[in-house]
């Protein structure tokens, strides 16, 4: 209990010093944001998965290459000034000169080396993004290479279309880090892991100054940064998990940015002047999921009955809202190769018979794993509802991103509402990890596949989503595209789309340069704010 008390002491200082009376009138120069951080559970780019996570990474740490701010499907220079494709899918990347680390150590070609290697040492979630595209731990050591300070080379692993490497470098995986501070810091053999948890390394526009889990995380202008002085001096991200105290704090000017709010929140602000919504699409979907571990949902027969058991138009328009867009398929409708939804609707009378054919005439008992937080929780509730309708009584069991998605990369669990995010703004982005599972086995290497978390074996899928990563004609892979949609959708899948994904946010209308970014992770560099 002291030591509760001791630590809340020091954050009230901490965030006393940052002149913020009450968490009234924010400053000028300090972005507060008010969000949901039960999903923010390290601050390692070697292992980070979550979307709360990256929004903090994307500020912290720069990358070789970056998706524009404004236009995510356009590659722009970071790190690298411009690199070159050569015939055989190998990049150099040429390092831009003056770029340093918050701790004034110069960005290197071998920083650059040992962030990646480090990241498939680590093998964790991240480690999962290099593997898709052939990379391990024991081959990076060859195909990657620095024969200068400021040249770096990678070559491919496998046949692969170029692009879809650079779409990975520039997500949190590339994420460069400062490799001799991590050194000093790494105990035993964990190469700084322990550290890093709660500590930055990059050279970002910001620094991070504390984490508190569920508390606060505080972030300091880099004021060296390569770019620029952030016109941010500080930024503030406070857990507020309840939607109406988000509410109410930013309808009174308290914070500037609200993350967490739920969809009748945001709908009731839509009128407030001073407030502006804005609803980025991320390439991810809410799902249902259900382990194909479990006896019950091992069963073709009874994952079938599933789609029917989903009030899609319901879930879209009263409970989703402003968070996404009705999609059975998990790509985004207006992606070049997406097909059209197979246009399932809720039929209880359908599911009730489907059931009794797959031998559950009177349904039977489950449990459903989901974040505490809007809209996961609402979702998990509807889908509730009308699996009862059809006999199915499922249990919700809520928790944190550790308890859930935890449960859920161990695969132990029955069914589960989360959300995915899109990892290219294309097709195979989208999709991959519902349709790429490896290798099956308990210490696969791939735990980030959502495919591999409901222990579903598909190779045929598998071999799909593989060739379409290295087809280089743009005809022939859009036709892969389709083709792995509809095998997907014909047999029996684990996971069910239910909305594309949107990230709605409220932000004061003296906050200029968030709405127009559409990027799935926002850079507060870009972030001004004028006098209310």
């Known amino acids: 209990m002291r030591t509760r008390i001791l ?30 951080m039960t999903n923010l559970l390290t601050l390692d780019p070697a292992e980070a998965v979550e979307t709360e996570s990256f929004d903090v990474l994307n500020n912290l740490y720069d990358r070789l290459i970056e998706m524009d701010a404004k236009v995510p499907s356009k590659l722009v220079p970071g790190l690298a000034e411009k690199w070159d494709v050569a015939a055989d899918g190998t ?20 920083d650059v080396v040992w962030s990646l290697k480090r990241v498939m040492k680590l093998n964790r979630g991240p480690a999962s993004f290099m593997r898709e595209i052939g990379y391990s731990g024991e081959n990076l050591e060859k195909l990657l290479s620095a024969p200068d300070e400021k040249t770096v080379v990678l070559k491919p692993a496998e046949k692969i279309n170029p692009e879809i490497v650079l779409y990975t470098l520039a997500r949190t995986v590339g994420n460069v880090v400062d490799s001799k501070t991590v050194i000093g810091h790494q105990k035993g053999e964990d190469l700084g892991r322990a550290w890093l948890t709660n500590n930055s390394a990059g050279s970002g526009p910001f620094v991070l100054r504390r984490w508190s889990a569920n508390d606060a995380v505080i972030l300091d202008r880099n004021e060296a940064y390569w770019r620029g002085e952030p016109q941010m001096r500080r930024v503030v991200i406070r857990h507020m998990p309840e939607s109406q105290s988000q509410r109410l704090q ?17 709908k009731a602000m839509a009128q407030n002047r001073a407030i502006q919504i804005q609803k ?41 809202g402003d968070y996404g867009i009705k999609r059975q398929v998990p790509v985004p409708a207006d992606y070049p190769g997406a097909i059209a939804d197979p246009g399932y609707k809720l039929d209880i009378a359908k599911a009730k018979d489907m059931l009794a054919k ?38 919700i069991v809520q928790g944190n991103g550790t308890q859930v998605y935890g449960k859920m990369r161990d695969r132990k669990f029955s069914m589960i509402v989360g959300r995915s995010g899109g990892q290219m703004p294309n097709v195979l982005g989208a999709i991959q990890a519902y349709t790429s599972n490896f290798d099956n086995g308990p210490k696969s290497t791939q735990t980030a596949s959502l ?14 989503t593989t060739e379409a990563r290295s087809e280089g004609d743009e005809a022939k892979r859009t036709a892969l595209y389709k083709q792995i949609q509809e095998t997907f959708l014909n047999t029996a899948p684990p996971l069910f789309s239910v909305a594309a994904a949107t990230q709605p946010s409220a932000i004061r209308a003296n906050v200029q340069g968030l709405t127009e970014q559409q990027a799935r992770s926002p850079y507060w560099f870009y972030v001004t704010k004028s006098q209310k």
Do not use: C, H
């Open 250 to 266: 930013i309808e009174q000017g308290d914070i500037d940015v609200a993350r967490s709010l739920s969809a009748p929140d945001l």
């Open 451 to 464: 495919a591999w978390r409901t222990s579903w074996d598909i190779p045929e899928l598998t071999k799909l």
């Open 91 to 110: 990049l150099t990347f040429t390092l831009r000169s003056g770029a340093k680390f918050q701790s004034g150590n110069p960005v290197t070609s071998a």
């Open 7 to 36: 630590a809340s002491l020091a954050m009230a200082a901490l965030l006393s010093s940052a002149a913020m009376p009450a968490w009234a009138d924010t400053p000028k120069d300090q972005l507060i944001i008010g969000l949901s």
């Open 280 to 320: 980025v699409g991320s390439g991810g979907f809410y799902y249902l999921a259900v382990s194909t571990a479990d006896e019950i949902f091992a069963k073709p027969a009874v994952r079938e009955v599933l789609p029917y058991l989903i009030d899609y138009d319901g879930i879209g328009s009263a409970v989703v």
């Open 358 to 395: 797959a031998g559950y005439p009177n349904g039977f008992s489950t449990s459903m794993l989901v974040l505490s937080d809007s809209p996961f929780v609402d979702i998990a509730t509807a889908i509730q509802g009308t699996l009862a309708q059809a006999g199915i009584k499922a249990e």
